[in-house]
């Protein structure tokens, strides 16, 4: 799951903890809500410990030795 499923789960299941007002027979509708919430917020939290720090790009730091041919002249 990646962000986008996290933020999915975490808006339906705030719709369905403090939007909705229905009653199911032996289904409570709210702690739905909160579940789904919960599993949104793991899943955002995986993901960035996760795939969070592949994501980061160092710096690469590149030295080159540079020869020349040509003689030096010894004055400088």
Avoid: C, K
């Avoid at 299941?13 to 229905?22: C, D, K, P, R, S």
């Avoid at 410990?49 to 020349?68: K, L, M, S, T």
């Amino acid at each position: 799951m990646g962000i986008g499923g996290s933020i999915f789960l975490l808006v339906i299941g705030a719709i369905l903890a403090f939007a909705v007002h229905t009653t199911v027979a032996g289904i409570d509708i709210n702690i739905i809500g909160f579940i789904l919430m919960a599993a949104g917020i793991l899943g955002l939290i995986l993901f960035l410990v996760i795939w969070g720090p592949r994501n980061r790009r160092g710096g690469v730091v590149e030295q080159r030795v540079v020869v020349r041919d040509d003689p030096v002249d010894p004055r400088y």
